[in-house]
RNA sequence: GAGCCCAUAGCUCAGUAGGUUAGAGCGCCAGGUUGUGGCCCUGGAGGCCGUGGGUUCAAAUCCCAUUGGGCUCCCCA
């Protein structure tokens, strides 16, 4: 390439025309799923207050200790967002959704941005869907969570995947927990990992999370949180096995599961694909209750979940799951001479008025060479336009398919467009 | 932040004991069919071999640097 053209940032992917079909039909098929669960759309800005995202997420996360993208202007300080749930849960005490009555069912679609090493299923600018239950802390609201989540995912055909869920208990269990590892590490602190060494004042649960061979070890006898959960804690986890199971929706108990974001209690869920490569979440959630009042808003429960949908494509495209259908043209006109062209240009609308989709060629091409950009765009019908056709306001109907064709008047051809596309 | 790999035509890639005008398939354009697509045949366009420097009579090929890309660790979607 020429030094004196531009490409995009490191990270961040143009998606042309034949891929934003995919992203059409998987965008559908979210929002159809969501009316389905009656969740509602909301659409927060891509930059948000860095504040909000440094509390939120947490000060010590990667995310925010070393992967926002972020600058300011004046006294303000602005974040790209790297993911969607504190965004929604500022709108939702910004616009004092809690007013509303009754608990908010929200979903989402859009960019996030992680300034990370891209490689395979993880760039800088990447897209989640995701929704968020805020106003209640049932265990049935986590299932309905999970429940909206697997049906994308079922609706898509994508059933090889693994659901792993745990609890992570609130702040009365996790300091109990937190107390029982550090006691269980503490022995070992000289054999375990630099990380892992480093997280066992700030966060011990993470050491669990180590890919370190040197702790595997030292993790495989941890005490686990599911023993240290409280009463409530412990039902509330009950509950939501015993709803998932009811539900038909099958899962893997998994008691390291813990999640990279600091706002997380209790329910903590995993959706996982061996289709992905080393990247391999679908997408993730759990509830938060402790988020909300974390941001300035009264304390509110909720529990949501995210998806990356560059994960889903790659993962449908390694199992052949097609994710949408090619798109078709409807009819092409294809024209000999400047009164051929005017008189396409007029008729062409008139295609368009019923809702066909119909085009032409604007370049001068040959009527070879623009049967051939017809056959080339897939197009169901041509309209061949030529002096004779215009002498006897007869046109040239070709179906391109059985590649036959009929001389008719153009109030005809429209007729049998109707017919062929059910108009 | 660390490690490994890669860079030749629009795309996928051949081309290293350094040696004339750098190749293939696909795609694109045109002709075979003076107004008819897909299949077939023929022809054509298109490359400063990522960039800069070095070694050499000679560099796509060897060396150094640099830029860009991919994968992996960490972590996550």
């Known amino acids: 390439m020429s030094q004196n053209t531009f490409q995009t940032h490191h990270g961040m992917v143009d998606i042309l025309p034949e891929e934003s079909g995919k ?9 159809e799923t969501a009316r389905e669960f009656h969740f509602g759309e909301i659409r927060t800005p891509v930059l948000e207050p860095t504040e909000l995202i440094a509390r939120g997420i947490g000060q010590l996360t990667d995310i925010v200790s ?31 959704l809690d007013q509303k009555g009754g608990a908010q069912k929200l979903f989402y679609i859009g960019p996030m941005f992680r300034a ?8 800088r600018q990447f897209h989640q869907f995701g929704a968020e239950l805020i106003g209640t802390d049932a265990p049935i ?20 995947t693994t659901l792993m869920i745990n609890s992570v208990g609130d702040p009365e269990s996790r300091a109990d927990y937190r107390n ?9 602190l000289n054999n375990l990992s630099d990380i892992s060494r480093q997280r066992f004042e700030a966060n011990p649960m993470r050491i669990l999370d180590s890919k370190e061979e040197e702790d595997q070890p030292f993790i495989e006898n941890a005490p686990l949180i599911t023993d240290y959960l409280n009463e409530a804690c412990s039902r509330h986890y009950a509950h939501v096995k015993q709803y998932l199971t009811d539900s038909g929706i099958p899962f893997v108990e998994n008691p390291r599961l813990v999640r990279g974001l600091d706002y997380y209690t209790q329910t903590a869920f995993e959706l996982i694909s061996s289709d992905l490569g080393s990247q391999d979440a679908l997408g993730g959630g759990g509830r938060y209750d402790l988020l909300i009042e974390e941001i300035g808003g009264r304390p509110t429960p909720a529990v949501g979940f995210a998806c990356g949908m560059e994960r889903l494509m790659i993962a449908c495209e390694a ?13 092409y006109i294809v024209c000999r001479g400047e009164g051929a062209q005017r008189w396409a240009m007029d008729r062409i609308t008139d295609i368009r008025k019923q809702g066909l989709s119909c085009t032409m060629d604007f370049s001068g091409k040959s009527i070879k060479a623009q049967l051939k950009d017809a056959n080339r765009q897939n197009s169901r019908f041509a309209i ?13 109907f070709r179906n391109m398919q059985e590649s036959t064709e009929e001389a008719l008047p153009f109030d005809e051809i429209v007729g049998k467009l109707n017919s062929a596309f059910d108009k």
């Open 319 to 331: 199992l052949g799951i097609p994710l949408g259908e090619a798109p078709s043209l409807d009819v």
């Open 116 to 123: 990370e090493r891209p490689q395979k299923g993880r760039q």
């Open 23 to 31: 992203w059409h039909y998987l965008e559908a098929l979210i929002r």
């Open 141 to 160: 609201a986590d299932v309905e969570i999970i429940r909206f989540m697997m049906r994308i995912y079922e609706k898509i055909g994508l059933t090889k």
């Open 384 to 396: 061949i336009v030529g002096d004779s056709e215009l002498e006897q306001q007869k046109f040239t």
């Open 66 to 96: 070393k992967e926002m993208f972020s600058f300011s202007r004046g006294e303000t300080n602005y974040v790209l967002r790297p993911e969607c749930t504190a965004p929604v849960a500022r709108a939702y005490v910004q616009h004092h």
């Open 180 to 188: 029982a590892l550090q006691e269980y590490f503490r022995p070992n």
